[in-house]
């Protein structure tokens, strides 16, 4: 094959199919095991005691080679990367518990301790210029050679208490306290504590219940917990340097550069939340309806923010802010119809949830160089708000308009505060990246050997940024592959694209569009062969069966698809499967 099929470009346009030239070859070995011992007290009923040991120690090793046949080996007389990762993942968990039921009392208690160790090691080369391929990446004639080197270990002691407590099925209590400690945090702060409770009324086992004959179960929910995240790495507490090597002369002389500010007051991120819920059943399981209540407020929250740069260093990781969390969900599960062997069930699900940031800096004012905003989402659309297209008979209107120096043809931007110019005030929040609510339906159809299944899945009230219809899409890169587009022309005053032209846009005001969408998820239909037919062939069960995915969708969003944040990812396919299912 050619090595460069574009000339006009020889470093950028590598051949696709050069990788069928590419030496890759990969080992990896894993063993996993899992053990428990568990140990009864013979003289107090009741009361266990388990140890669970759990490990998987995996080590790999994999070499890649470009030769002198491939755009990249060619330009550098051999390219080779070798990497060699050793990891080791283990878990113990010491578990006493204490059961035992007194007349219409049940009392269950139970402690635990554990440790979860993890540790990974890797120790990668990257070279260049070998005086031929035969070796391939075991050759160790290159002319450059960079090895690189890491370790990271982390690990995570949890102790735990809970005891659940039961009155003749009617009410139910559980009380738990959790504290648990992460390396990864700071000096000061490495152990949270996390308790919660959960409550539970039975109330379709009362006496007094009115409706038994038609209400099968009724279950009042109540829980208040709060809850710990780690979600930081290990050593982000930690300064930390980059390699900044320097040439001295004709030598290679290391240098560095700070690079992460250390914080050892890092600590948990902590969830206070409660939930109110409720399980109803009727009519023999006719109908089931689940729902939920729930309020979350999140406090010291692990966020990356931005800070001046003055001092190299333009980001930290600290424990800033308060958000509220809020919403209900709810499930309905009916059997629509259930006679002379023909059975429709459906369900449907519907959930609504809002979050906002309540408070960041303990100060109550918003965070501008972050797109943080008191009182809105975490996540917004923060931009300049797209007005339509200045047209040829706006040539007055634009002398005494915000953007005086603009032409017919270009974008008109929305003055939002009014002040008679366009500056970065004149940004603001588009839409919501938070959908209104979203839910699915499944229908279900049942007839002899026959089952038919067709699920719908929406979600409505979300604006995203459409960046398939983004001006700079050719001046990036020319030979980039763009969507069509129709631009504003004299001739044909389009008021929804501007002209053709670098500066018809000059401050890349972006395209929102509503992202809601209604889609055919899944459609699948199949037959479960007669038992008597198997006999014969010595089957247990085998079924037929076709399937199609992603076979509809009604939504106003131009991109690729409205469920998928990037729009130059692949987009989900429709697809089809089908075939038979035998079991022995």
Do not use: C
């Not at 063993?31 to 266990?48: C, D, E, K, V």
């Not at 759990?54 to 330009?75: D, E, H, I, M, V």
């Not at 053709?500 to 037959?527: H, I, M, Q």
């Not at 038992?531 to 969708?553: D, E, F, M, P, V």
């Amino acid at each position: 094959i050619l090595i460069n099929p574009w000339p006009e470009q020889p470093i950028n346009g590598a051949n696709p199919l050069e990788n069928l030239f590419v030496s890759d070859e990969a080992v990896n070995n894993r063993l996993f095991t899992a053990s428990y011992a568990q140990l009864s007290i013979p003289r107090i009923t009741g009361l266990t005691y388990r140890l669970n040991v759990g490990a998987a120690l995996t080590s790999s090793s994999s070499g890649r080679y470009y030769g002198r046949n491939t755009g990249t080996g060619f330009r550098s007389n051999g390219t080779a990367s070798t990497s060699n990762t050793v990891r080791n993942d283990w878990t113990v968990e010491n578990i006493a518990r204490y059961a035992r039921s007194f007349g219409r009392h049940s009392f269950d208690a139970t402690g635990l301790y554990s440790v979860q160790s993890s540790s990974l090691e890797s120790r990668d080369r990257d070279a260049q210029g070998f005086p031929n391929d035969v070796l391939g990446y075991r050759s160790s004639l290159a002319t450059l050679n960079v090895s690189t080197a890491s370790v990271t270990e982390s690990k995570l002691v949890s102790q735990m208490g809970r005891v659940n407590y039961g009155y003749d099925d009617r009410y139910l209590a559980t009380l738990t306290t959790r504290r648990d400690g992460y390396s990864g945090f700071g000096a000061n702060n490495k152990y949270g504590v996390f308790p919660s409770l959960a409550l539970a009324w039975n109330i379709s086992n009362e006496g007094f219940f009115p409706f038994k004959e038609s209400v099968d179960a009724l279950k009042f929910r109540f829980s208040s917990a709060r809850n710990g995240n780690q979600a930081i790495t290990p050593y982000q507490t930690l300064s930390q340097l980059s390699d900044r090597s320097y040439l001295n002369g004709d030598a290679s002389a290391p240098g560095y550069i700070p690079s992460t500010l250390g914080n050892p007051d890092l600590k948990w991120e902590t969830t206070a939340s409660t939930n109110l819920g409720m399980d109803l059943s009727m009519w023999k399981g006719r109908v089931a309806l689940t729902f939920d209540r729930y309020q979350a407020d999140t406090r010291d929250l692990l966020l990356s923010r931005s800070i001046s740069s003055v001092q190299g260093i333009s980001r930290i990781t600290q424990n800033i802010g308060q958000t509220a969390n809020w919403g209900w969900e709810t499930q309905l599960t009916t059997v629509n119809l259930d006679t002379r062997g023909i059975r429709w069930s459906t369900d449907l699900n519907v959930s609504v949830n809002r979050n906002s940031i309540v408070d960041l800096y303990g100060d109550g004012q918003s965070d501008l160089g972050n797109r943080w905003f008191i009182g809105k989402p975490i996540d917004v659309n923060y931009a300049y708000k797209f007005g339509g297209i200045w047209q040829t008979t706006d040539v007055e209107a634009i002398k005494t308009s915000a953007q005086p120096t603009a032409k017919p043809g270009d974008v008109k931007i929305v003055d939002v505060n009014g002040d008679g110019k366009i500056d970065p005030t004149d940004r603001t929040i588009i839409g919501s990246l938070q959908p209104r609510y979203s839910g699915g339906m499944t229908n279900t159809l049942k007839w002899k050997g026959f089952t038919a299944s067709a699920f719908l899945q929406t979600l409505q009230g979300v604006t995203r940024q459409n960046t398939l219809r983004s001006t700079s899409q050719v001046n990036a890169n020319v030979s980039r592959n763009a969507t069509y587009q129709e631009y504003w022309t004299p001739t044909n005053g389009l008021t929804t694209y501007p002209a053709n032209s670098n500066t018809s846009n000059p401050l890349g005001v972006d395209f929102y569009e509503d992202a809601s969408f209604l889609r055919l998820k899944d459609l699948s239909l199949s037959y479960e062969l007669p038992t008597s037919l198997l006999k014969r062939a010595g089957a247990q069960s085998a079924r037929l069966y076709i399937n199609g995915r992603n076979l509809w969708t009604k939504s106003e969003w131009t991109g690729m698809d409205p469920e998928l944040s990037s729009q130059r990812a692949i987009p989900l396919e429709r697809s089809f499967t089908g075939g038979v299912s035998i079991r022995y």
